[in-house]
Each structure stands twice: as structure tokens, then as C-alpha cells.
T-cell receptor, first 117, second 112 residues
Framework: DTGVSQDPRHKITKRGQNVTFRCDPI?????LYWYRQTLGQGPEFLTY????????KSRLLSDRFSAERPKGSFSTLEIQRTEQGDSAMYLC???????????????FGEGSRLTVL | TQLLEQSPQFLSIQEGENLTVYCNSS?????LQWYRQEPGEGPVLLVT?????EVKKLKRLTFQFGDARKDSSLHITAAQPGDTGLYLC????????????FGTGTRLKVLA
């Protein structure tokens, strides 16, 4: 399978614990995105990488959230001191920048569902 | 803040009916994409429109980008149960393609 993969698919944790999600994008894709989605709503932009550089971070993200893409390949999203409001699906997507506006398709993983008790 | 409002939020129709979903914003976008998402999966791209006034057809689906590139519509002809899902529009940032803002979503259910 050469699509975007995310791990774990499901995570249940207690309030106050730290959690980390991993995303493996499509290998030749240079852009990687993290979105958060709550039930029935559209994905909310969290952050974006071009290669290993984190170019933008949403104001939705508090200091408890951090994302890395150390070698420009896989990425991790860590949430420290989780709160019940962090419960959501965390989606990772990747894309290839070819300079053509029509080529900016986002390929999504199946998501990591977080439940904070 | 760029916001993409979709309407209707929910739609339940009988097989064979036609429907239109709208995606509206006060902001101009460099491109507009439509995705469909099924439960437990990530969104999957249906189409990308770039030029104001552009119309694209994908079998029974017709997509239109507004002349001012602030709005878009998705029209489905003769809906089928397989069209059931969450439809999402996503606007490309005016200064480039790197950031996509998603709409609020339209949940469609087509009854057999």
C-alpha cells in the first residue's frame, strides 16, 4: 500500500496524558498537512510542512500541540496534557507541489481517532 | 479568517432526485476542490477548479467555480445510494496552493 498511513488508528487516553500520532506520507510528496475533524464537520487546518520545514501553524493549536517532520518524510503530532476537548479525528494528508494549481490534490490517511476520558 | 460555508448542512433525498450543494465565502481562492468522505475514511478528491466560471463534469456530478472565485456549487443528477457521504469543499489559499481551508460539510443521504 503506497497511500498515506497513520498510526494508531484509535487512541483512548485519560485527561492529562500525552499522546503522539505518526503519519507516513506518500514517499515522493513534499508537503504534509495535519487537520483535526470533529463528527460531521469539515477538517480544520492545524499545521503544514514543506519538506522538513513547518511553514504555518494554526492559531487553533495551543502550546500543548507540537508537530515535527525531522527528515522531511514521516511526521509526528504530539498533544501534551490532553483535555476532553482534544477528542477528535486527527487527519494527515500529503501532496506533491508541481507548481500547477490543479495538481494540489491532498491525499488523506484514514485518520487517528482520539478519545480523551 | 477565511471561512467556507456549505449549504445545506444535511440532505436526505430519494434515489433518482437531483440536488445542489453550495459552498460560499467572502474570500477569493486560488483554487477550489471538492472532496467526498465516507465514515472511517479520509476525504477523497473529486475535482479541482481553478478558473473563475469554470464548469467541470464528472459523470452525474457537475461542479462550478464562481466568476469571482469566492463560491462553488456541486450538482448531482439522478442521485444514487452510492453517492451517500460527507461532501466537502476546500479553498486554496489566495497566495499559493500550500494551505487548504475546508468548508463546514454537507452530509448527503440517498435513500433507495
Amino acid at each position: 500500500d503506497t497511500g498515506v498511513s497513520q498510526d494508531p488508528r484509535h487512541k483512548i487516553t485519560k485527561r492529562g496524558q500525552n499522546v503522539t500520532f505518526r503519519c507516513d506520507p506518500i514517499s515522493e510528496h513534499n508537503r504534509l498537512y495535519w487537520y483535526r475533524q470533529t463528527l460531521g464537520q469539515g477538517p480544520e487546518f492545524l499545521t503544514y510542512f514543506q519538506n522538513e520545514a513547518q511553514l504555518e501553524k494554526s492559531r487553533l493549536l495551543s502550546d500543548r500541540f507540537s508537530a515535527e517532520r525531522p527528515k522531511g518524510s514521516f511526521s509526528t503530532l504530539e498533544i501534551q496534557r490532553t483535555e476532553q476537548g482534544d477528542s477528535a479525528m486527527y487527519l494527515c494528508a500529503s501532496s506533491l507541489d508541481s507548481g500547477d494549481l490543479r495538481s494540489g490534490e491532498l491525499f488523506f490517511g484514514e485518520g487517528s481517532r482520539l478519545t480523551v476520558l | 479568517t477565511q471561512l467556507l460555508e456549505q449549504s445545506p448542512q444535511f440532505l436526505s433525498i430519494q434515489e433518482g432526485e437531483n440536488l445542489t450543494v453550495y459552498c460560499n465565502s467572502s474570500s477569493v481562492f486560488s483554487s477550489l476542490q471538492w472532496y467526498r468522505q465516507e465514515p472511517g475514511e479520509g476525504p477523497v478528491l473529486l475535482v479541482t477548479v481553478v478558473t473563475g466560471g469554470e464548469v467541470k463534469k464528472l459523470k452525474r456530478l457537475t461542479f462550478q467555480f464562481g466568476d469571482a472565485r469566492k463560491d462553488s456549487s456541486l450538482h448531482i443528477t439522478a442521485a444514487q445510494p452510492g453517492d451517500t457521504g460527507l461532501y466537502l469543499c476546500a479553498g486554496g489559499h489566495p497566495s499559493g496552493t500550500y494551505k487548504y481551508i475546508f468548508g463546514t460539510g454537507t452530509r448527503l443521504k440517498v435513500l433507495a
